[in-house]
């Protein structure tokens, strides 16, 4: 059975992180809140919860995952960003992005689109995932909580936690969670591409 962790949304118990946190470095998946939707989240050298991830997701080996980072020093250890990609992408975090980048010797392979060499990295902007990244110190290895044949996310975190009771090991809730997820954008070309239109605004990159 999955813990369930109840936060407080602004002010989320120190406790209750440092808990999370541990089951993270246990090599635990959890379901968890963000700035666009709830996500599945591990450490990036969880082998087996990717898995898990995959399956549960019913993903291919061609689905890009998302290294969510606390800040852009943590960003920058895992993607290439030339100077002026720099500010474009600075200008628009912390917030509902997903960039497309190419990574760095940093990321495991196993993370790696297996054609472009590309990761997925975001900097969310939500209280609690921001206090579990600094307690945990290292990024999330993370997928939108969008279930086989299913057109919307789920939201709320008592109803994660009765569907994915035996498949995740925690369930953290902190109030309603949006159901629309992260504008996605690909800069491992020379022109920006749109993959995904969700809570960012695209205007920023077309």
Not at 109 to 120: A, I, M, N, S
């Amino acid at each position: 059975m999955a813990r369930y962790f109840d936060l407080h949304p602004d002010n989320p118990q120190p406790r209750l992180i440092s808990q999370i946190a541990e089951i993270l470095r246990a090599d635990g998946l959890i379901a968890y809140p963000t700035d666009s939707c709830y996500a599945l989240g591990c450490r990036p050298g969880n082998k087996e919860g990717l898995d898990r991830i995959r399956e549960i997701r019913g993903l291919g080996s061609d689905h890009h995952f998302t290294l969510v980072c606390r800040d852009f020093a943590q960003f920058g250890q895992f993607v290439h960003l030339s100077n002026a990609l720099f500010r474009q992408v600075k200008a628009a975090t912390p917030g509902g992005y997903t960039f497309i980048l190419p990574a760095t010797k940093e990321v495991p392979r196993r993370l790696l689109h297996p054609r472009k060499k590309t990761v997925g990295v975001r900097i969310p902007d939500h209280v609690v995932t921001q206090a579990l990244l600094a307690e945990l110190g290292e990024p999330l290895v993370s997928s939108t909580l969008l279930l086989p044949d299913e057109t919307e996310p789920s939201t709320q975190g008592w109803e994660i936690k009765e569907r994915l009771d035996h498949v995740v090991d925690a369930v953290i809730d902190s109030g309603e969670c949006g159901a629309t997820p992260t504008t996605v954008v690909d800069f491992s070309q020379e022109e920006p591409e749109i993959l995904r239109r969700g809570t960012g605004d695209t205007s920023l990159f077309e």
